[in-house]
């Protein structure tokens, strides 16, 4: 089992910057990969960013490419979503999501295993 507990949302105005931290404890595997999805009102969930624990390699939604920067500390079992240049179409509920030893697509919500509570991101114009 894998416990995430997310932190870091809260109210900008566009323009402005953010970071989200995802606490992961448990049974955190080298082999792991940790996704970023969001969910606005009204809207399915959708994918942010990824990135895999052992190489650092990452993979990020066209709308935030350029923007967003994800990262982790593997020695603390922490990632990071730095979010710079936000927009108001960016508010929603961000969820940390992890998975030891993702065999598929980190895009998708359906290959996570653990999930995080998530944190409002409000961004005003």
């Known amino acids: 089992q894998v416990q995430l507990v997310e932190s870091g949302g809260g109210l900008v105005q566009a323009g402005g910057s953010l970071r989200l931290s995802c606490a992961a404890s448990?049974?955190?595997?080298?082999?792991?990969?940790m996704g970023w999805f969001r969910q606005a009102p009204g809207k399915e969930r959708e994918f942010v960013a990824a990135i895999r624990w052992r190489f650092g390699s990452r993979i990020y939604a066209d709308s935030v490419k350029g923007r967003f920067t994800i990262s982790r500390d593997s020695a603390k079992n922490m990632g990071y979503l730095d979010m710079n240049s936000l927009k108001p179409e960016d508010t929603a509920i961000y969820y940390c999501?992890?998975?030891?030893?993702?065999?598929?697509?980190?895009?998708?919500?359906?290959?996570?295993?653990?999930w995080g509570q998530g944190t409002q991101v409000t961004v005003s114009s």
């Open positions: 999501a992890a998975v030891n030893n993702p065999l598929g697509n980190v895009t998708s919500s359906s290959e996570y295993d653990y």
């Open positions: 448990g049974r955190v595997f080298s082999s792991y990969a």
